[in-house]
């Protein structure tokens, strides 16, 4: 079955320090994968994803993952944590069964809360 | 996140009302989705339109309607809730036929069923 694993509910963090959020998939195909960050009372805001090439993705606000296949895991890093990062974090995987014309289905995990303290 | 717009953004009902909630994409996609956000779980896909055909149902109660008009507009009909309906309802559109398409979402509607 395809999921997306994202083992930490709360991750804390502070100024300055670096930060990193883990994800860890399991999928049929090959595995596109996205980072996604929500703030307070907003949808989801796109960071970055993985579709093939380099396995380091760098995305928004100065976010960067890492794609590791052998330990099929896709982790969320920052070398510098702001406190504006506070956030809810989703890691998902895109779904590979075919349903009709549609192609974009994601699988998403629960979310990792964010605190960086000042 | 003006690309994708919901409304209204925060709705009470009592269960035997019937409201609809809203979302619009002003980017081109050809694929709408509906998700329910509940706490401390994940997101739950309810409903996906590609070219305005539905091609996916989540196993979603029938007092949750979906109605696609257009490739812009997606609604979300809804009627005799029950108050475990209460969570974040999430509008998202991609541009489909290509796998690697990330999803924009909209801002949400906060659904609050007495």
């Known amino acids: 079955a395809q999921s997306v694993a994202q083992p930490e509910d709360q991750v804390n963090v502070a100024e300055g320090n670096p930060l990193t959020v883990k994800c860890t998939y399991s999928?049929?195909?090959?595995?596109?994968l996205f980072w996604y960050v929500q703030y307070p009372n907003r949808g989801l805001q796109f960071l970055l994803k993985?579709?093939?090439?380099?396995?380091l993705v760098k995305g928004s606000y100065g976010f960067e993952a890492e794609f590791n296949k052998s330990q099929t895991s896709f982790h969320l890093k920052k070398p510098s944590a702001l406190v504006s990062d506070s956030a809810l974090y989703f890691c998902?995987?895109?779904?590979?069964?075919?349903?009709?014309?549609?192609?974009?289905?994601?699988?998403f995990g629960k979310g990792t809360k964010l605190s960086v303290k000042p | 996140e003006t690309g994708v717009t919901q409304t209204p953004r925060h709705l009470v009902m009592g269960m035997t009302n019937k409201k609809s909630l809203k979302c619009e994409q002003h980017l081109g996609h050809n694929a709408m989705y509906w998700y329910k956000q509940s706490a401390k779980k994940p997101l739950e896909l309810m409903f996906v339109?590609?070219?305005?055909?539905?091609?996916e149902n989540n196993s979603v109660p029938s007092r949750f309607s979906p109605e696609c008009p257009n490739s812009s507009h997606l609604f979300l009909h809804l009627h005799t809730l029950q108050p475990e309906d209460s969570a974040l309802y999430l509008c998202?559109?991609?541009?489909?036929?290509?796998?690697?398409?990330?999803?924009?979402f909209g801002p949400g509607t906060r659904l609050t069923v007495l």
């Open positions: 998902a995987v895109r779904d590979w069964r075919n349903y009709g014309g549609s192609q974009g289905n994601l699988i």
């Open positions: 998202a559109s991609s541009q489909d036929g290509a796998r690697q398409n990330e999803q924009f």
């Open positions: 339109y590609s070219l305005e055909e539905r091609v």
């Open positions: 999928v049929s195909g090959n595995p596109y």
């Open positions: 993985y579709i093939t090439g380099d396995n």
